[in-house]
């Protein structure tokens, strides 16, 4: 039993999403086959080989994956696809917007965020907003999987594994899609969602400016910024900020939720963490039946002084 993970890797790195599928992988078998596609990746593909569990490296470099194009790369995973019994890819935008082309082009049935895996075959993973588990059985030859990050723990690196060039014939077969521009936010902060602690601010903070407040408590704790959907609809803060459901997925060992009511599609997004601290000057907010210390104060007094303290 043949094992692909889909690597995904930014400005020549492999990102830590990709240590989490090998750990998911390696509940499947030993044969884990790691697959980095980009441009000019040689440095990259050297250190994909160090992932322990890793036994071979499979490097598809082309100037026409400069941008990681999945209309562009789902072919050649296509032409690969026969190889193996299953293909994994972690449950982020990458791996969202690749695994499905490339199973219509299988003509399979993808499972997404997998959060355990019980046998190559049965496989768990939320419904209804995490309210439900669920198991299911895949029948199909070639098993697409994209597997929620936060429920493996990462792999270490120390591995050796083999590395050999992958086919580009099939690069874009077919295909008219074309890079156009990207805009990206940059920032200091540790990303959302592979940061330890994360402070995350709700409808409560009441404005954009005053979501500096949370922002500068991040900055004291070094942590990264979130939000609550409700936050980002009125826009107090940016998109990429948001957690829950429709957001990412987030697992940090501690997460802060500020004038956050804790709305079950929010509580989807974070309620893996290991320590949650909710502040809300509502006794009776959602938030608290799933915090591990909750404080019912005005968040305009509490964070400041939080802020001073830390």
């Known amino acids: 039993m043949s094992i692909l993970v889909i690597a995904e890797q930014a400005a ?32 990259t593909t050297q250190e994909a080989a160090k992932i322990s569990g890793v036994t071979k490296v499979v490097a598809i470099d082309s100037p026409s994956l400069s941008h990681q ?16 019994s299953h293909i994994l890819a972690p449950a982020t935008a990458f791996g969202k917007n690749l695994l499905p082309r490339v199973a219509g082009l299988l ?16 496989f768990k993973r939320p419904v209804y907003a995490g309210n439900v588990i669920a198991t299911f059985e895949s029948k199909d030859k070639i098993k697409l999987l994209t597997i929620r990050t936060t429920a493996f723990d990462a792999a270490p690196m120390g591995g050796s594994a083999a590395t050999e060039s992958g086919d580009v014939s099939s690069l874009g077969n077919g295909i008219s899609a074309e890079f156009v521009s ?11 969602a592979s940061a330890k602690i994360v402070v995350s601010g709700g409808r409560g903070v009441g404005s954009a400016e ?8 991040a900055d004291k704790l070094g942590s990264a910024v979130g ?7 009125a826009g107090y803060a940016p998109n990429d900020y948001q957690v829950g459901q429709t957001g990412k997925v987030v697992a940090p060992e501690l997460y802060i939720a500020v004038g956050i009511s804790g709305a079950i599609q929010h509580l989807a997004g974070m309620k ?27 968040l305009f007094e509490a964070v400041p002084e939080m802020t001073e303290k830390v």
């Open 12 to 43: 020549g790195q492999i990102k830590s999403s990709t240590l989490h599928c090998v750990t998911a992988a390696q509940k499947l078998g030993s044969d884990v086959t790691l697959l980095v596609a980009g441009s000019s990746i040689s440095a």
């Open 69 to 84: 194009l999945p209309e562009v790369l789902a072919p050649a995973l296509v032409a690969l696809a026969p190889s193996y």
């Open 107 to 122: 003509d399979v049935q993808p499972l997404s965020d997998v959060i355990e895996i019980l046998s190559p075959t049965q």
């Open 182 to 192: 990207e805009e990206l936010t940059k920032s200091e902060r540790p990303e959302l």
């Open 210 to 217: 005053n979501f500096a407040l949370i922002e500068k408590l």
């Open 227 to 233: 939000a609550s959907r409700a936050a980002v609809d």
């Open 272 to 298: 893996d963490s290991k320590v949650i601290v909710a502040i809300n000057k509502d006794s009776e907010a959602p938030i608290f039946q799933v915090a591990d210390y909750g404080l019912v104060a005005d």
